[in-house]
């Protein structure tokens, strides 16, 4: 069965550095997004990519962030500067006729 | 801005009692999805309703979407200790460019 995959399955940074996420998501699929999940709160909205470009972002998804497709299988989320509270799980998922999440990313900043 | 609420936030049952999460959207949506996470793990689609008034069922879950596109429910007959994880509802409001979760309904299974 083909399957969203994200790397590295966690990440821990310093507080103000650059970190990139990475998905593949399954090849097919038109619609592309990126969500992250508080440890213990709900699934939140990123971003959304589609025809190789945002289609929709979240106000949570401001000019620290984002994301690329820079070629035809990975799609990435870059968090510049990041700060204690963008600690939490990333997720990338990927939509056609059904929306199948990858295993997500731990994104621990000290 | 557009909210997703979901009822109850925890549910703990016998195992063999019945479950129902409840959804409601402040707007009206496109289609709502259902998906089921547990510990430590990531969503996992269950379902997507489309229609209005629309009932799907899968074994012993059922679905329904309501006549306003505006709630949801999703009830599990007999629960078993396999069904403990959080059930997320996903409201769409137009096309697929967004999508808003509700908080989750934890749902623990006592056996």
């Known amino acids: 069965e083909p399957e969203v995959t994200q790397t590295p399955s966690h990440q821990v940074t310093q507080m103000g550095q650059e970190v990139i996420l990475r998905c593949v998501p399954i090849s097919n699929h038109l619609y592309f997004y990126w969500y992250r999940q508080i440890l213990g709160q709900k699934v939140e909205f990123l971003v959304s990519f589609y025809n190789n470009e945002i289609s929709e972002k979240s106000e949570i998804f401001d000019d620290q962030f984002s994301v690329e497709r820079p070629d035809g299988s990975n799609f990435t989320l870059k968090i510049r500067s990041t700060k204690l509270e963008d600690s939490a799980m990333y997720f990338c998922a990927s939509y056609n006729n059904e929306q199948f999440f990858g295993p997500g990313t731990r994104l621990t900043v000290l | 801005g557009q909210q997703v609420m979901q009822i109850p936030q925890y549910q703990h049952v016998q195992e063999g009692e019945d479950f129902t999460t409840y959804c409601n959207s402040s707007?009206?949506?496109?289609?709502i999805q259902w998906y089921k996470q547990r510990p430590g793990g990531h969503p996992v689609f269950l379902i997507q309703l489309v229609k209005s008034g629309e009932v799907k069922k899968q074994k012993r879950l059922t679905f329904q979407f309501g006549e306003a596109k505006k709630n949801s429910s999703l009830h599990i007959t007999a629960t078993q200790t396999t069904d403990v994880g959080t059930y997320f509802c996903?409201?769409?409001?137009?096309?697929?460019?967004?999508?808003?979760f509700g908080p989750g309904t934890s749902l623990s299974v006592i056996p």
């Open positions: 707007t009206t949506l496109s289609n």
């Open positions: 996903a409201g769409v409001p137009t096309s697929y460019d967004k999508v808003i």
